[in-house]
C-alpha cells in the first residue's frame, strides 16, 4: 500500500488510474486534483478546482 503525501491535511475521496497504468490522480476536501508519478508517487502537478471537494475522478478511455 501506497501513501500520498499531497492534499496538504485534507481528506483524499476519490483516486484514479489512467488507462495504461501510469498516472494515478486523486481528489479530495483541497478542492483540487493531484497527478501522481505512478512510480514515485511524487506529485507532478495538481489542478484546482476552486469551488468544493473532489469526489469523483475518471480518466477518459481513449486515454485523453
Not at 4 to 13: K, M, N, T, V
Amino acid at each position: 500500500m501506497q501513501t500520498l503525501p499531497g492534499h496538504q491535511g485534507h481528506r483524499i475521496w476519490t483516486v484514479s488510474w489512467s488507462v495504461d497504468g501510469a498516472l494515478p490522480a486523486s481528489g479530495g476536501a483541497d478542492a483540487a486534483i493531484w497527478l501522481w508519478d505512478a512510480v514515485t508517487y511524487e506529485c507532478l502537478q495538481v489542478l484546482p478546482v476552486y469551488q468544493s471537494d473532489v469526489t469523483t475522478v475518471q480518466f477518459s478511455p481513449d486515454g485523453q
